[in-house]
């Protein structure tokens, strides 16, 4: 793990030494785990007991749809982003990355609708923005399995090809 993430992390782990208690800082540390590419399960480890001590944090509910989702379990991920989606609201980013799920799981039809509900949220979105999320949240943050590193990339070129071909029509809808 690269010295800016551990020092994170050290200071991270004095915080909930003293502060064991508090969620969050279990929450920031899952997020610096996910972001650093270090453990998929170590983060959705800190998310889960996060979510255990402080329900009301949703965002646990974003990354641990982030996580599931690195792990190929897609359905999964879309029951997390699902409840991230019902206690915060409408949010562009994670209807992306629901889309992403779906393509995956083979579902173009379900990927196609949440597509058109982020470009109605966000109609500035575009395919360049659009993959960039995708690599900001998902490629570049882990080492993937290669089984699941396919499916995801083939899905994003997919989800990017429904967005170039479908973006007039859904802007105008």
């Given at each position: 793990?690269?010295?800016?993430?551990?020092?994170?992390?050290?200071?991270?782990?004095?915080?909930?030494?003293?502060?064991?208690?508090?969620?969050?800082?279990?929450?920031?540390?899952?997020t610096?785990?996910?972001?650093?590419?270090s453990?998929?399960?170590?983060?959705?480890?800190?998310?889960?007991y996060?979510?255990?001590?402080?329900?009301?944090?949703?965002?646990?509910?974003?990354?641990?749809?982030?996580?599931?989702?690195?792990?190929?379990k897609?359905?999964?991920?879309?029951?997390?982003?699902?409840?991230?989606?019902?206690?915060?609201?409408?949010?562009?980013?994670?209807?992306?990355?629901?889309?992403?799920?779906?393509?995956?799981?083979?579902?173009?039809?379900?990927?196609?609708?949440?597509?058109?509900?982020?470009?109605?949220?966000?109609?500035?979105?575009?395919?360049?923005?659009?993959?960039?999320?995708?690599?900001?949240?998902?490629?570049?943050?882990?080492?993937?399995?290669?089984?699941?590193?396919?499916?995801?990339?083939?899905?994003?070129?997919?989800?990017?090809?429904?967005?170039?071909?479908?973006?007039?029509?859904?802007?105008?809808?």
């Amino acid at each position: 793990m690269a010295g800016k993430f551990e020092k994170a992390l050290d200071e991270i782990d004095e915080l909930i030494r003293l502060n064991p208690e508090d969620g969050f800082y279990y929450f920031v540390k899952g997020t610096v785990i996910y972001h650093s590419g270090s453990s998929i399960r170590d983060a959705l480890s800190m998310f889960e007991y996060s979510l255990r001590l402080k329900p009301n944090l949703v965002e646990n509910h974003l990354f641990m749809g982030y996580c599931k989702m690195c792990e190929g379990k897609f359905y999964d991920a879309i029951a997390e982003l699902n409840s991230f989606i019902e206690q915060k609201g409408n949010e562009p980013n994670s209807y992306l990355m629901e889309a992403l799920c779906f393509m995956a799981a083979g579902d173009k039809t379900k990927a196609q609708e949440l597509l058109e509900k982020a470009v109605a949220l966000a109609p500035a979105l575009t395919a360049q923005a659009v993959q960039q999320q995708f690599n900001d949240l998902v490629f570049n943050q882990m080492e993937l399995p290669e089984k699941i590193k396919i499916a995801l990339k083939a899905a994003a070129s997919d989800v990017i090809s429904l967005f170039q071909k479908g973006i007039s029509e859904v802007c105008h809808k």
